[in-house]
Each structure stands twice: as structure tokens, then as C-alpha cells.
């Protein structure tokens, strides 16, 4: 079972940037593909970016060109560096793993809370 801890959540101003990263303790194909989902308060839970192993990247049509999703595979760790917030981008972000892009993630993070305000 791929354990998954986030960091980097926290309230910044519109217009500002935010860096979350994501480790995860297991290896192998249960990995391949690592990602970012996030659920705001009354929504549903959506995919933001995502990233195979040999460096595939998908994002939302929400944040391209804002967001950029990067991984370290020798430390098994993803990040998510979110730039020009806006306040629709708060939510509760999740990091998530699959073995491959045409998979659902079979593992979740706990979660971390973004918050754009003024």
C-alpha cells in the first residue's frame, strides 16, 4: 500500500503562488503516475494535473499556464507549483498515484487545504 503525504497547503493573497509537494513511500508501478486532485466546499472532486513517470503531464484547462507539475522520481516525490491564485482555486488538494494515466488513483494523500482570500 503506497502511503502519500502532502505539505505546502496555507491562505495566500490573490495573485499569489503557493508550492505543494507530495511524497510517497512506496515504489514500482503503483506510481507511474502521480497527481493532483482537489475538492472545493459544494463541488465535486477534479483532477488539476497529473504525471507519468517518464514525464507525460496533463493539467485542467483552469489552470494552464498557471500551474506546473514537476516530479523527483529518485525521491518519489511530486510537486505542484501554483502560480496567479485566484480564490476559485481553494479547495482541499489531494495527491493521488496510479500505474498508468488510463487508471483511476488507487492511492489518496490526506489532503491540504488551499485558501486564496484578501
Known amino acids: 500500500q503506497v502511503q502519500l503525504v502532502e505539505s505546502g497547503g496555507g491562505l495566500v493573497q490573490p495573485g499569489g503562488s503557493l508550492r505543494l509537494s507530495c511524497a510517497a513511500s512506496g515504489s514500482g508501478f503503483s506510481i507511474n503516475v502521480m497527481g493532483w486532485y482537489r475538492q472545493a466546499p459544494g463541488k465535486q472532486r477534479e483532477l488539476v494535473a497529473r504525471?507519468?513517470?517518464?514525464?507525460?503531464?496533463n493539467y485542467a484547462e483552469s489552470v494552464k499556464g498557471r500551474f506546473t507539475i514537476s516530479r523527483d522520481n529518485a525521491e518519489n516525490t511530486i510537486y505542484l507549483q501554483m502560480n496567479k491564485l485566484t480564490p476559485e482555486d481553494t479547495a482541499v488538494y489531494y495527491c493521488?498515484?496510479?500505474?498508468?494515466?488510463?487508471?483511476?488513483?488507487?492511492?489518496w494523500g490526506q489532503g491540504t487545504q488551499v485558501t486564496v482570500s484578501s
Open positions: 493521488t498515484a496510479s500505474p498508468s494515466l488510463g487508471a483511476h488513483p488507487g492511492s
Open positions: 504525471m507519468g513517470s517518464g514525464g507525460t503531464r
